[in-house]
Every structure is written in C-alpha cells, then in structure tokens.
C-alpha cells in the first residue's frame, strides 16, 4: 500500500534524524516500528504523516509516485496519524475534535449544524466499538477515552477516500492501563480488514502481541526487519541497543541500605476529595514506591509533596520542619524537586536550549555580579550532556529536537543542579526505550547511593518493585499495605495487586 525508499532527512547540517530508510505498509496488516529514542521513529511517522518533508527518497501509494506537502495532502491519501502526545483541543467538544478542519460538511450559510456533527460522530465512534457523549468537553474525558476519539478522528477518513487507510499509531499506549491497552489492541484487531497499521512503541512485548512484522530502527537507519511470529523480544533488544538484555536489569546490586535522616515525613495527611489519613517517611538515600490503580490517590500525593496540590489536613515534615506547601516554587525552596509524567508539557521548555533548561530550577550556580554567566552555564550543561550522555550537538540545541529520553536526562540534570536532597519521580520512564531506561535506573541507584530521597510512581509494578526500598499500595484514597523490597526480599506482583484492588 505505502512505501518508502532512500528516504533521509536533515534538520542539523552533518546530523541525519533519517538516514537511506526503506519500510513498506501491505495491505490489512500491522507494522511495528522499534528504535532507542533518538533512532528516527518520530521523524519517519512525521514524514509519512505529511508533517515533514524529506530531504531525498521518494514515497509511493498503491505503486504510484506520491507527494505530500502537508498533512491535508496525507489526509486526502488516506493515511492518519494517533499522536503520542495527543493533538485534541482540550476546550472543545467529542464531535466539534473528531471533525476539526472538516465543519464544512456541516455548515449551510455559515450556520453549523450540529445534529448531523453530532450523529456522524456516534457513526465513528460505533466503528470502534465505543460510547462516548459527543457533547462532553474533551477535558472531561480520561485519556484512553480521549485516545478512542483520536481513533475515530482518524477514521473520518474512510469518507473523503475510496481506499483503505493507513493509520500511524504514535506511542498510544504510554499512558494507558493494561486493561486499556486490550481495549485499544481489540479495536486495532477489528479495523485490520479495512485499514493497515504502524505501530510505534518502546514496549517490545506490546510491539510482538499487535504486530505482523516489525522494522528496527538504529542511528536514524533501518538496521532489521522480521516477522513478528519468529523473534523474541530480548532479541529485538539487543538488535536495538546493541547488548543483550541485562539480567540485572533494575540494578538491584547497587541497592543499599538508606541512612537513618528522615527527610519527608507525613502524619494524617489528606486533601479532601483525593486521599485521607496518609502516614509515610522516606530517608534519605531510599526509594518509596507507591502502587495503586488511576484514582488510588497516589497522583494527588505526590503532587502534594510537590506542591502543586497542598494539603487540607494532616501534617508535612521536609527535613524535619512541618511545611505545607502551597507552589512548586516553595517545594523547590526546600530541596523538593519534581520530574513529572508530562515532561513536554510540565518538565521542559521546549524552545530554550538545553543549557537554558538545565539552569532553570536555580540560577545561582551561574550568576556573576547579578548576571547570567553565559559561559559557566554552558560548562555546566556540557558537563551534565557528558555524565547522562545526552544525544544533543551541544548544550545550545533547543529542547524540542531532542528524542523523548535525551529530554527526560535533561530534566534528571536540572534537579541535581539545583541540589535537591527530595525527588519526586512520576513515571520517570514513561516513553523511553529499554535501553534509556536501564540507563535512568543507574542513576536512580546513583542519586539513592548520595543520599537523596525519593518518592517514585511509575508505569509498571514491576519497575515499582525492582527500584525501591519500600512499596505503599494506595486503594480509594488511602494506604492499604506497606511491603519491604529489599534487595534480595523483593515482594511479588501478587501480593500488591491484591492490597490494589
């Protein structure tokens, strides 16, 4: 159906984001595409969405030459895009994002009418097996509903073209559950006879379970392609980041005892509404782990902690002095940092360099005579680009071309430069590929092994487990276990999932 042959694309001069790549789409069928952050993923669903126009190589649909100027140009093609950060307004209503730039077919004299908007709505939604309000404002949705409506904003498709689609799946799994992610995998399923699929994601398990074949992406180059049926997923890692899969993989050797200082103490803490009469302390060099299903209350704690959300009740101890924190400017008074789940949106902005970024939290450290020292900050960020290893050109590249994990580095570095003894990690590997993440485990054992304390969430229990000292299971608001996870006495799966539900 598509094809794309020699295709290479530049966006800094010698630096190739693509590179002579070669992929084809057949028809009825699923692609998977896997790569390290960094290795061409984005780019390569950019430029065949019409984001992005290549440098050289050509694209062909059905074996004709095809040209796409923009993504309308796609559109009219029959090929969508499911982005991984979502491209819905949050203001506006189910049907008004489903047929966003479409309202024509709708309007008479400048008047919308909104019955037909709302009935061809429920059509696409029904294509996919769902029941959303199409009145509801988006906002008011979760975000795996939301990500359903981006499936049925893409299908609209179907209508303008006589041919089946192509839709580009950009990570839309990173956010969502495991009972989610079967939902959205049914829904792919069953579309499969009238449209083909590529199917990006760092998870090598869902890419193998969804997939009919999978193309490896290295260095901006297509390095592999197999039949989904005939690989493993530690062989398509090792494909990837050139290693094999490290039986040590959380780096639970590196795993020491913490020191006896308290550094975050709650008693009785709550905030109406959310989570009530929470006790926990975290010392200085652990790792506590709170589990809990979406709504458990343990989003609304941490971001209490980090003082986005302060407390109506209870009790907060930093370092021993009880605070309660109104601002995260507060929070990053006291030592207190946060690397939220939304690094693209919380965590980073994205038009200042990484330098810029890094020095953000705490100016000081590259303050002369009141200031800035421009040279001193780019030391700084040229230090910290060396330590994480950050894929970047220099510590003057914008935040915004840089691949998921080299931006999430940035925000790990911007917090120790700022000397924070608190860090608050929600989902610290969201969007990472397997080997940025055994990456960021080192340095949580690092930072673990100098003292700091810190206050995890994360995407799986498995990760939950494998880094931290201790693990709290929230459930409706409150801590309902405390389970010790010791390096060597790791606590099962099981066991937390029935304190969870």
């Not at 498995?462 to 929230?474: D, K, N, Q, Y």
Request: aromatic content about 6%; proline content about 3%.
């Amino acid at each position: 159906m598509l094809a794309a042959k020699g295709i290479s694309k530049s966006f800094i001069a010698g630096t190739y984001a693509l590179n002579n790549v070669d992929i084809e789409i057949r028809p009825n069928e699923v692609v998977g595409l896997i790569g390290e952050n960094g290795a061409g993923k984005s780019t390569l669903m950019r430029v065949l969405s019409g984001t992005h126009r290549p440098d050289s190589g050509t694209l062909t649909l059905d074996g004709q030459p095809l040209r796409l100027r923009n993504s309308s140009a796609a559109a009219a093609n029959g090929i969508g895009m499911v982005f991984q950060e979502q491209s819905l307004l949050l203001n506006l209503t189910v049907a008004e994002n489903i047929y966003l730039g479409q309202e024509q077919q709708f309007t008479r004299f400048g008047i919308v009418n909104w019955r037909a908007m709302h009935e061809a709505s429920r059509r696409q939604l029904a294509k996919i097996g769902v029941d959303i309000d199409v009145t509801a404002r988006t906002s008011e949705l979760t975000f795996a509903a939301r990500q359903m409506v981006e499936l049925a904003k893409a299908l609209t498709l179907e209508e303008s073209v006589d041919r089946p689609l192509v839709i580009l799946l950009d990570e839309p799994t990173s956010v969502l559950s495991a009972s989610d992610i079967d939902v959205l995998f049914a829904r792919v399923r069953s579309l499969k006879s009238r449209a083909s699929f590529v199917f990006v994601s760092h998870r090598l398990d869902e890419v193998l379970r969804i997939s009919d074949r999978v193309y490896t992406m290295k260095d901006g180059k297509v390095v592999a392609e197999h039949e989904a049926a005939k690989v493993t997923g530690p062989e398509l890692h090792e494909i990837m980041v050139g290693r094999g899969l490290h039986t040590e993989y959380y780096k639970e050797a590196q795993q020491i005892a913490p020191q006896s200082e308290v550094m975050v103490e709650a008693k009785d803490l709550g905030i109406s509404g959310f989570f009530h009469n929470v006790d926990f302390s975290i010392r200085a060099g652990e790792v506590v782990g709170i589990a809990g299903v979406v709504g458990s209350g343990r989003e609304e704690l941490t971001r209490a902690v980090g003082g986005f959300l302060p407390h109506t009740q209870g009790t907060l101890k930093i370092a021993g002095e009880t605070v309660r924190l109104t601002s995260p400017g507060q929070a990053v008074r006291k030592s207190v940092g946060y690397i939220p789940r939304e690094r693209r949106v919380e965590g980073l902005v994205m038009f200042l360099s990484i330098a810029e970024n890094i020095t953000l939290a705490d100016l000081s450290h590259v303050m002369r005579r009141g200031a800035i020292d421009y040279g001193k900050e780019r030391r700084v960020a040229t230090d910290w680009i060396k330590r994480l290893r950050i894929k970047a050109p220099g510590p003057d590249t914008a935040c915004r071309k840089l691949s998921g994990g080299n931006q999430q580095k940035v925000v790990l570095a911007r917090w120790m430069t700022a000397g924070s003894r608190i860090l608050i990690l929600d989902h610290p590997t969201r969007g990472l590929d397997v080997g940025a993440k055994e990456e960021v485990y080192e340095f949580i054992r690092q930072l673990s092994g100098q003292g700091i304390a810190i206050l995890l969430l994360s995407d799986t229990l498995e990760e939950t487990i494998g880094l931290s000292h201790t693990v709290l299971v929230m459930r409706d608001g409150e801590i309902t276990a405390r389970f010790d996870a010791a390096a060597g006495k790791k606590p099962d799966q099981v066991e937390l999932v029935a304190a969870m539900v």
